[in-house]
């Protein structure tokens, strides 16, 4: 819960800026973030390389982008 509600707090910071849309359904963005790292981890399929982490932040947060 902790890191959920920093990244929770980051994105409220980004809407304020203008940054993150306004109808950003914040919990499942925080899903989308998490939840390819836990099953990676949990069912083994594949490694969690820095490659993997940097491409799938940056996939979710272009579906955060205003005019997106």
């Known amino acids: 819960e902790p890191r959920r ?3 929770r707090a980051a ?3 980004a809407q304020a800026r203008g940054e993150a849309r ?6 499942l963005v925080l899903d989308m973030l998490t939840g390819p790292f836990y099953f990676r981890v949990l069912f083994g399929h594949a490694p969690i390389t820095r490659a993997v982490a940097f491409e799938g932040v ?4 272009q579906l955060v982008k205003p005019g997106a």
């Open 5 to 7: 509600r920093s990244m």
């Open 58 to 61: 940056e996939y979710v947060l």
């Open 22 to 27: 306004d109808d950003l359904q914040t919990e």
């Open 11 to 13: 994105l409220s910071r």
